[in-house]
């Protein structure tokens, strides 16, 4: 399977789930949400906008509109039929060219997060396209992957990965709190880590550093 093939490659052991940052050495994780206020929380509200601004911008700054990448999608299987309840609609709904959606691949796989699955009853479906930036409404997906704790819809709650295949990097947006972006060497992303420095976490921020010094 060329995805598996990939991270086992370039991203030896790896775990694809979050915290990403956590657990590779090269990375960088930025805040995306400030001055938060449950009680001023709509479309459109100074706080989203905020966010939105910078996780676009990011995502903008980093893929390049012709850079292979992957699209991966992780959905949750308790058990329950819940995960396929509704129908996953990540990809139909944000890519461009529906004749894309025939080369969408899935695979499930132990559940990631096996400390919290004591008698080894879940899953995690792996979903996953390979495409380029610019094949996706990636504005408007962005968008839906912050909105996933703030009420609002249309909202993503799986977790969703941009994998690049060309510059080697993976970039996750948690939620509207923040996002992790994992490279294979600091050049890399040594443009991104300069041209947006002040949006660092500033809990990591001497960490990070330490990686571009």
Known sequence: MALHKYLHHTFPALMLRPPLFYSW?????????VDYDYHHVYENCPYLQGVYTRAITLCK????????????????????GGAFKRKLNVF?????????????QQHTIPY?????????????HRFFLKCTIS??????????ICRQDMGLKPRIFHRVYFINTTKHTIFHIYD???????ATSPE??????????????DYDRAKIDQVFS
Do not use: Q
């Not at 390049?64 to 308790?78: E, M, S, T, W």
């Not at 094949?135 to 839906?144: C, L, N, T």
């Not at 509207?176 to 994992?182: F, P």
């Not at 890399?188 to 976490?201: F, M, N, P, V």
């Open 92 to 104: 139909s709904k944000y890519v461009k060219k529906k004749s894309l959606l025939c080369k969408l």
């Open 176 to 182: 509207d709190r923040g996002c992790d972006l994992v």
């Open 61 to 80: 700054t980093l893929h390049a509109p012709n850079d292979d990448i992957y699209i991966v999608v992780d959905v949750n299987d308790f058990g329950d």
């Open 188 to 201: 890399t992303i040594r443009g991104i880590y300069e041209s947006y420095s002040h949006w660092i976490l």
């Open 112 to 124: 990631v997060f096996p400390e919290d699955d004591e008698n080894k009853a879940y899953l995690t």
């Open 135 to 144: 094949d996706f409404a990636y504005v408007p997906m962005i968008k839906a």
């Open 25 to 33: 050495d090269i990375g960088i994780r930025f805040e995306l949400g």
